[in-house]
């Protein structure tokens, strides 16, 4: 949620710097954007509403400077305007301040600098953080006084400042991410990775509760102390190229199709450590997965293939919901977060709290060196590489295969569950040709005017159903729910009218004949019968072949409606990479 970027060094083009770094994390927050810049010893402005992947920076290049901050915006506080866009300045224009998170005691900070007589320009809680460090500045150093601001600051927050008189950013983090990049004598300090992947693979970590600042070289201290701490630097693995388009139109079909690699990259793991990490769930006194959204679908998911697979049993619970479910932890408990990102706001709170009843914790992220990463007891890194499209997918099936596999090895059968999985891996990338494409086109021309459709599935393919549901929300903005097959005579079908598109998930086992049966009920009241199946049926209207995965069956199923969700945006002529109202990372609660 929203992205924040900053440069310092001896390129004179620092401006244009931060607007092609924005360009990168635009996936972030994209209703409006800003950079400033340093002219001599004040500050230069630019803001603009809407997307900036629409601004040609060769068109208009920004003056030179060496020193500048960015922004790209996901509006927490006050509209979407240039006023409260990103980055505010003080009254003397020498200091400007870009965030990301939100600022809780905002209010009471506010009404005391106005008392001060400060004039605010706009509705945001981040113009507080700027006069209250200007006030600061009265009578501090900058870095003590940024010292001091911060530690009167409440919430979560990422921000980065730069003074233009002294040349200096000063950045530091309290719940959402923040990475300084090490390029030659020049320094960068990005939300994520891709801000500066062109310029430089050596990064930084900034830890919760630290601050940076950067002039000759950044020096890193602990908020509350003040403290110098050292840092190491480390060299990342991603190529620049992974974090772009390519030949692609859009990153969410290139992500898609990137899964006849991704479940490969993802069971690469060591044998010993998933054995170990599957001797911590056989031991645990309770193991709870948690994730937010997408994530939350895939631990539902797993839940039944511990069951299945494992014999064993797993809890579920939504990250925004978990704290109220803390009485039952106990030392010995096991929380396993599942998150793309690391860096979601409500799964790093339950976290905080697993952490503070003794819990162990196993994250199943993507994003190495986030913020789940660090806090976590074990984790286990999916490899799938950038994901930027908002809407997940790589990351969702390579995370089901990690669970499966963590799953198999809980029952002492890692390698029949890596065969598994490669098989999988193998179907995946048979499927994902230009004729599946052209035939799942053919069906979202068809459905493309609908207002509402469905989606049912049993077992394993229920929580696939509902995942299948937010793809075809967030993109296609068409109301898409998902229902346990056999849930629909209790209320739901109530919604089927002549034509009503409902997607079935069938896999080829012992829960066939019942969703089957769903889907019969279905179209006998009107509805468009949409099977996702392994094998066709009459009462199919359309049917998507997929593969027989077996116990991969969730990995495979979710994948044409992955595909379905991507043409139907293009179809109504969304931005399926930027959905409306959405943003990759949401880390804010
Ligand atoms: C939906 C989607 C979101 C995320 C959720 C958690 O396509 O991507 O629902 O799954 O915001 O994000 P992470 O996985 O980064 O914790």
New binding site residues.
């Given amino acids: 949620m929203c992205g924040i970027f900053a440069y310092s060094g001896p390129n004179k083009k620092a401006g244009d710097i931060i607007i092609s770094g924005l360009k990168k994390l635009e996936y972030r927050g994209y209703d409006s954007w800003g950079v400033a810049y340093c002219k001599d010893d004040k500050v230069d402005l630019m803001k603009k509403v809407g997307k900036i992947g629409e601004f040609n920076v060769k068109e208009n290049p920004l003056p030179e400077s060496t020193l500048a901050i960015g922004h790209s915006r996901w509006a927490t506080h006050g509209g979407v305007t240039e006023a409260n866009a990103h980055p505010h300045t003080d009254s003397e224009e020498k200091i400007a301040i870009v965030h990301n998170g939100i600022i809780e005691n905002y209010r009471e900070l506010k009404k005391e600098l106005i008392e001060k007589g400060y004039e605010f320009k706009s509705e945001t809680d981040t113009e507080t953080i700027v006069h209250l460090l200007s006030d600061f500045c009265k009578t501090n150093d900058f870095i003590t006084a940024a010292k001091l601001t911060l530690q009167k600051l409440k919430g979560r927050y990422a921000v980065l400042a730069i003074k233009c008189d002294e040349q200096k950013i000063v950045a530091a983090r309290r719940g959402s991410p923040l990475i300084v990049g090490v390029g030659e004598k020049e320094y960068f300090v990005a939300s994520d990775i891709p801000a500066f992947l062109e310029h430089t693979r050596k990064v930084m970590y900034i830890d919760d509760n630290e601050m940076v600042v950067v002039n000759d070289k950044p020096h890193f201290y602990e908020l509350d102390t003040g403290k110098e701490v050292d840092k190491r630097v480390v060299e990342i693995d991603w190529e620049p190229e992974s974090a772009e388009k390519g030949d692609f139109e859009h990153f969410m079909i290139k992500e898609i199709m990137e899964q006849k690699d991704t479940i490969y990259r993802a069971i690469n793991q060591k044998d010993d450590e998933i054995l170990r990490l599957a001797e911590e769930i056989k031991g645990a006194f309770g193991t709870t997965l948690i994730?937010?959204?997408?994530?939350a679908k895939v631990c539902h998911a797993a839940s039944y293939i511990f069951s299945k697979v494992a014999k064993r049993h797993v809890n579920v619970v939504v990250g925004s919901e978990f704290p109220s479910y803390k009485d039952f932890l106990k030392e010995k408990s096991l929380v396993i977060a599942?998150?793309?990102?690391?860096?979601?706001a409500d799964?790093l709170e339950a976290l905080e709290v697993a952490k503070e009843k003794g819990a162990k914790v196993l994250s199943i992220i993507n994003v190495e060196g986030s913020t789940m990463d660090r806090m976590s007891d074990y984790a286990i890194h999916i490899k799938a590489g950038p994901e930027k499209a908002?809407?997940?997918t790589k990351?969702t099936t390579s995370q089901l295969a990690i669970l499966t596999l963590l799953a198999y090895a809980c029952n002492d059968e890692l390698v029949e569950g890596k065969r598994l999985l490669i098989e999988a891996a193998g179907m995946i990338n048979d499927m994902l040709n230009p004729r599946y494409e052209e035939h799942i086109q053919t069906l979202a021309e068809k459905i493309k005017d609908f207002e509402s459709m469905y989606v049912i599935g049993k077992a394993v393919n229920y929580p696939m159903a509902l995942e299948a549901a937010?793809?075809l929300q967030?993109v296609s903005y068409i109301h898409a729910e998902g229902f346990a097959g056999g849930e629909l005579k209790h209320g739901p079908i109530a919604l089927i009218s002549e034509g009503t598109p409902c997607i079935a998930l069938v896999a080829n086992d012992e829960t066939r004949t019942d969703v089957i049966n769903n889907a019969t009920e279905v179209k006998a009241r009107g509805g468009y019968i949409i099977g996702v199946s392994p094998e066709n049926d009459d009462i199919f209207d359309y049917w998507i072949k997929v593969p027989d995965g077996g116990n991969a069956s969730p990995i495979i199923n979710i994948i044409p409606v992955q595909l379905l969700a991507y043409k139907l945006a293009v179809l109504r002529q969304n931005n399926p990479d930027m959905p409306r109202n959405l943003a990759?990372?949401?880390t804010v609660k």
Wanted: charged fraction near 15%.
């Fill in positions: 994730g937010c959204g997408t994530a599942v998150s793309q990102s690391g860096e979601t799964t908002v809407a997940s990351a937010i793809k967030e990759k990372s949401v």
